[in-house]
């Protein structure tokens, strides 16, 4: 069964530091990429940064400015988030996703293609104050 498992979000000041993680299993992760997407409330999900665990390739969104770092660690099965200089219109639900393909997940990012991503976590609320 596959699971994908986020943690690490909360209450942050604008300005600061979170780290999310996202522990997979259920599939072999390194033939896999895995996204993050945040959903705020009245919006519509979007891709905000992704990897693909064979090479290490990651894309960002637009709005991450430079903010954000995704990376993975394959002996752990995880994928983390460093979100830095977070802002309150950084405010939404976190969710990692997993799907084979790693372009698919790229043109999410990217805001050219919304296709169905094969598994998503619960996801973590992350919340900037002013």
């Known amino acids: 069964e596959v699971q994908l498992v986020e943690s690490g979000g909360g209450l942050v000041q604008a300005g600061g530091s979170l780290r999310l993680s996202c522990a997979a299993s259920?599939?072999?992760?390194?033939?896999?990429?895995i996204g993050w997407f945040r959903q705020a409330p009245g919006k519509e999900r979007e891709g905000v940064a992704s990897?693909?665990?064979?090479?290490?390739?990651?894309s960002y969104a637009d709005f991450v400015e430079g903010r954000f770092t995704i990376s993975s660690d394959s002996a752990e099965n995880t994928v983390y988030f460093e979100m830095n200089s977070l802002k309150p219109e950084d405010t939404a639900v976190y969710y990692c996703?997993?799907?084979?393909?790693?372009?698919?997940?790229?043109?999410?990012?990217?805001?050219?293609?919304?296709?169905?991503?094969?598994?998503w976590g619960k996801g973590t609320l992350v919340t900037v104050s002013s």
């Open positions: 996703a997993a799907d084979p393909s790693a372009l698919l997940l790229r043109l999410w990012v990217s805001r050219k293609v919304k296709g169905t991503v094969d598994y």
């Open positions: 259920g599939f072999t992760f390194d033939h896999w990429a």
């Open positions: 990897i693909k665990i064979s090479d290490g390739r990651t």
